[in-house]
């Protein structure tokens, strides 16, 4: 079955403290690995997407690395508007399975001044 | 840019009503997912749709049924609702099926007294 695991479930940060949040995953054959922002009370914001190993996207302050194992969300110098539940989703090839993402269960940023 | 449109935001029902919720998906956008997050909780995939017809199907009770119409938005019909059932229904839309990025509402929360 498919499993995709959050660390850590939360995260304070002083501001300018750099840090990152780590996504494992198992999966029977990765579509894509998609990372996700999430303010309170919103949807799931779009950040990246990720498809094969080796692979590194980036975005202003945040930059995501991705393995055959494992993703990694890099948050450089951070801005407390960086605060937010940052979530992560695979997608797998599956005959049965046309697209659904299987989401972890987070990682709470918290940044301060 | 245009983003997904969910209604109603808010909705309040006791148990054994019924309930509706829209979704308008982006313009193009073909493809239209339903999640369910409750408090604390990941998004859970219920159901998809690709070009009008169900393409995929999660943990989506019985009591459930949705569909995509012909202008590409699409509804969840909710019934005999239980109290189990509040939480924050998201929809979210893509390109296609395969693994292009979806994108998600700002979700409809019930509430059910």
Known sequence: EDQVTQSPEALRLQEGESSSLNCSYTVSGLRGLFWYRQDPGKGPEFLFTLYSAGEEKEKERLKATLTKKESFLHITAPKPEDSATYLCAVQAWATDSWGKLQFGAGTQVVVTP | ?113
């Not at chain 2, 995929?56 to 049924?65: L, Q």
């Not at chain 2, 019934?79 to 509402?105: I, K, R, T, V």
């Open chain 2, 1 to 113: 840019a245009a983003g997904v449109i969910q209604s109603p935001r808010h909705l309040i029902k006791e148990k054994r009503e019924t309930a509706t919720l829209k979704c308008y998906p982006i313009p193009r956008h073909d493809t239209v997912y339903w999640y369910q997050q409750g408090p604390g909780q990941d998004p859970q995939f219920l159901i998809s749709f690709y070009e009008k017809m169900q393409s995929d199907k999660g943990s989506i009770p019985d009591r459930f049924s949705a569909q995509q119409f012909s202008d590409y938005h699409s509804e969840l019909n909710m019934s005999s609702l239980e109290l189990g059932d509040s939480a924050l229904y998201f929809c979210a839309s893509s390109l296609g099926q395969g693994n292009q990025p979806q994108h998600f509402g700002d979700g409809t929360r019930l509430s059910i007294l």
